[in-house]
């Protein structure tokens, strides 16, 4: 049954919403595409925003969808109806931002690649948004019809190869792809009678669809993407369902806003229903609010999404990403459902805990997938020690600092000279509060880079892990035990008779407090233990002890080093061995 005669009896029909994803460089023939596939239209569905007109762009997110019976082979999702809701998302490279906020809502994703022009700047930025919001990719070469007629699929499979190389070092490889012809003759308007490949296209999507139902679990939680009011209704807020559900007569709260309402009516593409779940689209009616105070952002179930302003993130370096992130930097982050800078704070697993080069790879991936939006966030321990970090580091590893803590096992010449593998995390502390649930998707970028350029903006993705309360006040970031290892030298003077005790010099200044040392354990070269005693005179002088004895040491080889940990967000600046 062809959609448009499908929608006059979806009213009594149970129908499974799918949200798909439509990415791709600007210019690459989204909305045709969309317009295309499309049978019903939602709020600034293929362009309708004057600007969007007149600048001959998306600028901003369209909603439509289109629907078809539900296929035997997904028979187990329970529902008569299969609704694909299509996200048109913006190319140009100055709409990130909203491309990022759409990345939240999606269940699979269409890019759309020009097939005469291939791999563009924007399509990078695509594929990163691709890889954080969903498992499953459709790769649509679009313009086929722009081709020359007998070279066409000679130039569609050449295409096809230099895409799936692309694809290869992502979790996309192997996915597949379809070559249409949108608007088939290019020219203005939209000649559904003249497109080529749809069938196949929607096809190829229906394949993409987990046969397993969706598990709504959780408080609800609503991603708004447009408020307006309906005169004599109320205001209506559409959006897409992130999590659990919410029936006509419950409570919606607007965290950002402090506003809590009670829901009189809701609709699904202009279908009047009685309740909403995980990965619908749906508008939702209340009364006595305002329209104005919300454009974009989020609803959720009363008391469910939290106000803060620092908090710790699971993240990985965009590959893509060629420019350093050093800590103490400013980034863009996207959390929630908005943009907003943040001082961003690097830290990892100390050195012992790391992984060898081996395993690095597959426990890279492993955390990729835990990072995905649709995954359960991974938990952080505030009870053990981190690592700082000078920068958030890639797939080349950290390098190791060479410092070992007195007593700590030796390592082999391969391993001290292998990077450092492992987990990172950052401390993001935000110019202005956050409200967002508390495992919300991140995404950090560096959007003051000229959108022009060719460079990738996406810096890094991750989960949020922890809330961190008043970050400003002293002594608020002390649970978080993240280290940096110091190092200091001197040289032995003498060795007292007994060989138990040596005086030592340089490491210390004249008008030092060497008290502030005295216990921690200093190693000669010779690999010997000792423990500083105090200070020795008034010109910096200190006394080790040696319980287990010391000889005097070779020529040029007297050197003595003292290292430990000294806590960030310790106020007191201990030192700890």
Known sequence: MPGEQLAGVLRAQTIYNVNVGVLGHVD????????????????????????????????????????????????????????????????????????????????????????????????????????????????????????????????????????????????FAACPMVAVAAKAGGGEGVVRAGAVGVDELVAALVALVPAAPRRPGGPFLLAVDHCFAMRGQGTVLTGTVLAGSLQVGGML????????????????????????????????????????????????????????????????????????????????????????????????LPEGDGQDPAAAL????????????????????????????????????RPRSGLRLPGAPPESASSAAAPHYGPQWVLLCFHNPVTAPQDALVIGSRLETDAASAACRLAFYGRLVALVDAPDS?????????????????????????????????MFKRDTDISRFAGLKVVTAAGEIGAIEGSFGKSGKFKVAFPDGVQPPAPGANQLTLTFKRYVYDLGKKMVQ
């Not at 329209?291 to 993240?315: D, H, N």
């Open 362 to 397: 597959n426990a890279l991936l492993h955390r990729v997938g835990q990072l995905a939006v649709r995954e359960h966030a991974p938990g952080f321990d505030f009870g053990r020690d981190y690592a700082y970090q000078e920068q958030l580091h890639g797939l080349e590893g």
């Open 28 to 171: 690459s023939g989204k909305t045709s595409l969309v317009a295309a596939l499309s049978t019903q239209l939602s709020t600034a569905a293929l362009d309708k925003n004057p600007q969007s007109k007149e600048r001959g762009i998306t600028l901003d997110l369209g909603f439509s969808s289109f629907s078809l019976p539900l296929p035997e082979s997904l028979a187990a999702l329970d529902a008569d109806v299969l609704q694909f809701t299509l996200v048109d998302c913006p190319g140009h490279a100055s709409l990130i931002r909203t491309v990022i906020g759409g990345a939240q809502i999606i269940d699979l994703m269409m890019l759309v690649v020009d097939v005469t022009k291939g791999i563009q700047a924007q399509t990078a930025e695509c594929l990163v948004v691709g890889e954080i919001a969903t498992q499953r990719l459709l790769v649509v070469l679009n313009k086929v019809d722009l081709l020359p007629e007998a070279e066409r699929p000679k130039l569609v499979a050449r295409a096809r190869r230099r895409l799936s190389q692309t694809l290869a070092a992502t979790k």
């Open 474 to 506: 002293p002594g608020a970031l002390a649970k978080l035990r993240l280290f940096r290892l110091k190092a200091r030298t001197g040289s032995t003077e003498r060795v007292a008779p007994d060989g138990r005790s040596a005086i030592c010099k340089g």
């Open 253 to 348: 709260e607007l965290p950002e806003q402090r506003i809590a309402k009670k829901v009189k009516s809701m609709q699904v593409f202009r279908r009047p229903v009685s309740a909403c779940q995980q990965g619908d689209r749906v508008g939702v009616c209340v009364a006595g609010l305002d329209a104005s105070c919300m454009e974009r952002g989020l609803a959720c179930a009363p008391g469910s999404v939290p106000t803060f302003r620092a908090a710790v993130a699971a993240v990985e370096k965009v590959r893509f990403y060629t420019g350093a992130l050093p800590s103490r930097g400013r980034v863009h982050v996207t959390v929630g459902h908005t943009t907003q800078g943040a001082e961003a704070q690097y830290f990892g």
